[in-house]
């Protein structure tokens, strides 16, 4: 793996430097301290510090906050002591990997907050290139959030099972949710919880009710989402679903409300005592803005040294711990 | 890859959407409209059809508007004529890799407008995870840029080769700006231009005649990337530099200019009349929003449909071309 | 009617002035001139002189604009000459009559303005108190709207018939539209149109098609009144129900928009080719703001006089025709 | 009356629906709830139990709050429980009675809240239609305000008489404030206070001075009603009137302001200290915008029932009393 | 002079520099570059190049603009070419010079402008220190205003007289408007226009036809000074007092306005058509923000020269002319 | 001096009413009271007691506060009590005093506030008009400045000298920073502090060290004085500068910082904690906006009296001390 995130995947100016300083023969134990641009969660470290792992040697150390931890700006959070030449060329791969990690649990704590302790799924993946999306999603496990939405995030982030109902595309192939929602519960393993989308062709409060009225007890949830063109999901609307459950006896079904849901729509549920179960958050934590870190020598062979506008010196970083 | 980009990383609910249908025996022939929430550069498009090509059969058809071109919110991008379970699972990785490239290809194009034909060098594979580091500036050369920093997104542009200048890393380990230039250009191939970073150690006007003077002819520019605790790089101290090289006689020095540049600052150094030779640009567009793109299911088996919110029936779409 | 109009409706102290002046024997013809305090179309000035008709003498003169007219902020756009003890009284009265009607007019105008031609119905009698209800509904068609709610003042207004389609109430005590559709069908004259409102149970789009199923070649037209816990209707769902009505076979249905609709919304409309055939409008005229008027003695005895503030003398207002 | 609330008065659709549910021997027992769209002060409630007074029949119930409370947003604030047919006509006259009523009573609220203490007059009939001007005046005393100014509305609010200086016409035409006031002093009962209006001519406190001198223990107060041509009334004018009638011995003469008053300008006189005696306030309460109220079936023939966006069912609604 | 405005007037490090300077012998021909810090209109500079006249030698040049140019921020508006130590201790008194007097015609200029041709009277010594009242009312004289209110700025400005009505001082000593102004009638010389202060005692329009009546044909203009406390001088207090003077007869009495008067407010009046005759400008002008020179060294001994943050070398600057 | 600030420095109408009451024979011992228009810090009011002692007579007495006092806007702050022959002509002078005095005071007053204890020099006579240098300078004392920067001034502020560093202008002409500093210190008297201005050529850090080195034990500080065009000074260089001065071992250098530094920036600093020994004030003192001041007679010949807008008589002043 490192061959591929030096190399080709290194900025060139990182090759041409190491190129330089290896004719030169120069190539001292310097001290590269990281921070990042605001505050947030970091997450990438562990990553950051596997990649270090293979090309490190004897008496070289790393030491970091771990993945979870909440960071402020311009704070070191992480810093390595090493031969320049055994890693410079890292510096993307490295910076790369706590930038976008770091801006997606970032966001997904806002979310998570938000909440109030009910449940929050990432739901996106769609919104991510495919590279990245169980990255993405396993950030946002880092940041708070319960469940994801691809199995392969699943099994990055630890999860025994991915989350999910099904999609508009399979009702719209039966052409009728109840009939949908019959076959699911006819074919699916038993440990599939029967949440149906209940938006697709009636109102949700009417298709909520006939829902249940079909699956019995098998039902487990509906899930709203919504369009945009009709209002999307509101608190009104889970206040009124729930009231019209609950009428015609079916107060065990739970809400899941999806479609468009970030932290300040999050925070009017959760203000009007909307009865959600659970949020499904695509776009606000997939689109979250990376968190540039920067990468700054402080220390060349054993003395303080620094950029303009950069104090010279490692500084002691007490909230760090040794890594490697 | 296909599998890859359905299976695990799939969202779980189209899998469970897949065995439900199949189950059923229901696979009729749909029309899938794929539209973007946004206006902007389209770019990813021509990966998607690239994934399709794997799956679909006979009497399938996919078009779609080509990579880089200009695309209005809510507009008909991409349709995909097919039985849907030969690619219904697909719909994750295909609307990913369209959010992803789209939203970098769109900011690039801002970012290009507003240079007014200097050129711009897309730098910021260190703000975004490796795995899309070199997918990230190829959309960026999509939507205008002219070079790219590493050899992997090189190589995926069709570019002959990477740009980069020198790290400040390099030069810190030199201890002067001008022997790390020079040995900079002791050991590095002919055809690698000698743009030496003037901004570490001294004044970045001072530095700039130093360098000119020990480099001479050799030297084929500077590169600015003051950082924000300097005042970042302004048009003023553009006009300056320019002007103290000029009155010692080095008039052929070019100016690169980095550094937390965007479309509004460029707009500013053209505005001024800055003598910029080229605009290295990092987060303005490694940090671009993802452009959410929807995938709605508009007729199946001949019929119109569509659920709640959205008109039913494909619509004529004379923008899109044939890709399969 | 006068003596209502004066004695216990009148502001106490003009009855006072009344008293004082006859006592002193002091009875000067004198000119009073109005003007209103913004821009707007009049309305009640008709009624005004109908009032003064009443009472006035020979020789008296009153001029004014007619209703309908525009005015500006301070023109003067009435005025009466004749001795003050005539019909100083009045003045509550007269000023109030203009202040309610060109309120009205002034919103309708601004309403049927952004239309663009779109007709407008006034809806909102149940929004003003029953004494007024008519009136406001006649100043909205002053100010252009084609239509009222009530039948009294359609009689005000001089239109054949008011209009209207049906009350949620009456589907509600059906239980379902299709019901009440056709029993409404059954039981009104011929000549009253079948327009059925589609929010009450359903979604509205499968709703209009339910309907013009049922009722076939007897429907006139869908009523959207959709709530705002739904989303009010939009732009989106106006052209999703013409797009679902035309693909059933049901292009002559026409639609209503109705629900918190204002100049601002109806704007919204017609930016985006929404295919509106009317729109019933409330609050938006209803609860217009009253525009103030003032009456100023401006010539007393036949000599200029006024108040701090003002100038004496009765200038030449050429816009106002002889009405006394 | 009742005839002329239903028939032509009330929205012809509910004319409709009386026709279609009779024909269709439709005519169960509904709860109709009521609620008004934002917080406030209720007024009309108690018309509108009389209203329904003269139709209900054995056993219905009506249920609500009393003129004068306060009420939020949506809550329930009467409540009918009667065969709808008996009733149902009537829509249009509660709802519009309730509307006026509460938006005048709200607005004369807010502005005796700002007095704190100080008593406000309601001074503005003349701002709107005769047919309503009694019933906004009495309004404003369900708000809090001490005095109305024309005896019609002094009746219906149970005072024993309006209140009211003298016209700025009076004045006009015997040319000078001081030979005015002396008439009026001569000819008035002695229970009417001589209370006289100082800004026509002369600058206010040179005129209070000498009215003061000219009335002596007969002047009452004085009014101030300053044009905005020469900057309405404001504090520091009221204290240097004050100041001068104390300096010339006149300490018992009292201020009444008036003169485009409103909530926020009288906020400024008690913030600045100003010595008002008692504020005459017209558009501020009389242009008050209606309280939109929206009347929701709830139940039919005893069953929870209600349209999308409502919860079916009458909920308890513990802060209303029985009515009827 | 110029012992004084070195010595113990000048920043205390220019004679530091002097004398270390002079110590070490060095005394080269500098050129020295005088800019300001945004557009404006130049006063002090013909000053300045009196006090350079004083010191300069043969040889030595001094180009600049004139005052009452226009300038734009950072333009090169006067340039010294001559040893440092003859007149490098006279920086503070240069700048000073061009930034107070800058300040006060750049703000006279506005105001001008807003006045669209009705004549400007500078009236604002009272709120300078009067070590500099006459040269701030010169540099308004500069910016275009016609008059002055000192008989010493009178003088430096070349006119003929200085402008001036009366005091409220006076008019509060006789106690009444009309007997101060048949006095002051009585005893001024024939040349000083009759123009009388109105607003002392009585209402500004029944004053002036007061004052009118009594003067006769003696008076030549009423002064509107109207306080804060009263609403200040309005367009429409200009009309009616226009208005009521015409009215009995006293059309070529002038009206000129005072009191608070700034380029906004007088753009109201030309707005609004009132007919002023001439306006009195005292705060708007008097308390403009100085305008910051600043100067440097772009030679020394023939050779480009500059600080950081500067282009070296004297630069054509072709809108100046030789001073000296 | 007396004639010099009445005669042609007085408003002109001043001794026009002085001519005309001398010629009516009309002399009263008046009250006259001055109010400043904001809130502020009073000053130039020792100074207008000073010049009043030069006119008034027997009995005459003058009450105020004293400069340095803070004083609320419309407070009596200053009350003379005299024949107005005396001293009516000296108006002009006496407010002009205060006013531009008091404006200055007050912006010190402001920015030192700002400084939290960190000492501000005053810098700024560049930037007014040489007449008025030192007092703006002895009034920014008044407002908290501990220093200024011309002779004259400290002499008017009782300070033993004036502060100051060394200008561009030398360092330029010695085309070296440490140059100029080793001739500087070989020729200034060794009560002169060596503080080092070291922006002109290099990276301030950088220079620092270089100075530091150079003259050892004989520095005393560096001043920081970037431009613009670099990024003005900010807390992150002062904080750098600081560190790189400590890591070479001159921690006893202070550090001043200049250039554009107003109360806003300086609350920066101070929030960020910047190690700022003392800050050099211009444009932020000098440019302060006059307080503008009026005088209204209150009392004549014993007798309450003021002009419309404003209370007669003579109301206590508790907080004004006898200063005559």
Redesign the interface.
């Known amino acids: 793996m490192i061959r591929y995130?030096e190399?080709?995947?290194?900025?060139?100016?990182?090759?041409?430097?190491y190129?330089?300083?290896a004719?030169?023969g120069?190539d001292?134990v310097?001290v590269?301290d990281f921070f990042p641009e605001r505050d947030g969660v970091i997450s990438?470290i562990d990553a950051a510090a596997e990649i270090l792992g293979a090309v490190l040697g004897e008496g070289d150390t790393v030491h970091g906050l771990r993945d979870g931890d909440t960071m402020q700006a311009r704070e070191i959070v992480f810093r390595v002591r090493a031969p320049?030449l055994r890693f410079?060329r890292l510096?993307?791969?490295l910076?790369?990997?706590m930038?976008?990690?770091s801006?997606w649990a970032t966001a997904a704590r806002e979310v998570v907050e938000a909440a109030r302790g009910i449940p929050v799924i990432a739901?996106g993946?769609?919104?991510?290139?495919?590279?990245?999306?169980?990255?993405m999603e396993r950030s946002a496990v880092v940041g708070g959030c319960v469940g994801v939405?691809?199995?392969?995030a699943a099994?990055l982030a630890g999860l025994p099972?991915?989350?999910?109902?099904?999609?508009?595309?399979?009702?719209?192939?039966?052409?009728d949710t109840v009939s949908?929602a019959l076959?699911?519960d006819?074919?699916?393993d038993d440990d599939?919880p029967r949440i149906v989308l209940v938006?697709?062709?009636?109102?949700e409060?009417?298709e909520s009710v006939r829902v249940a009225e079909a699956l019995g007890q098998h039902l487990a949830g509906v899930r709203l989402d919504?369009?945009?063109?009709?209002?999307?999901v509101?608190p009104?609307?889970v206040?009124?679903v729930r009231?019209?459950l609950d009428?015609a006896g079916h107060a065990e079904v739970t809400i899941v409300v999806s479609g468009g849901v970030d932290a300040a729509r999050i925070a009017e549920f959760v203000a009007a005592g909307a009865p959600v179960d659970s949020f499904g958050v695509?776009?606000a934590i997939?689109?979250a803005?990376?968190i540039?870190?920067t990468?700054?020598?402080k220390e060349?062979a054993g003395e303080?040294?620094?950029?303009?506008?950069?104090?010279?010196?490692a500084v002691p970083a007490p909230r760090l711990a040794q890594l490697i």
């Open positions: 995130l190399g080709p995947a290194a900025d060139v100016y990182l090759n041409r430097a190129a330089t300083l004719a030169e120069l001292p310097v590269m990438g320049y410079g510096e993307t791969a910076l790369g990997t930038a976008s990690g801006g739901f993946a769609r919104h991510v290139h495919p590279a990245v999306g169980a990255i939405a691809t199995p392969a099994a099972s991915a989350s999910g109902t099904m999609p508009h595309a399979m009702i719209l192939i039966f052409g949908a076959a699911f006819r074919h699916m599939v938006d697709t062709f009636k109102d409060a009417e919504t369009p945009v063109e009709r209002g999307r509101t009104d609307l206040k009124e009231a019209r009428l695509g776009m997939a689109a803005r990376p540039a870190f990468a700054d020598i060349v303080p040294r620094a950029k303009r506008g950069r104090i010279p010196g």
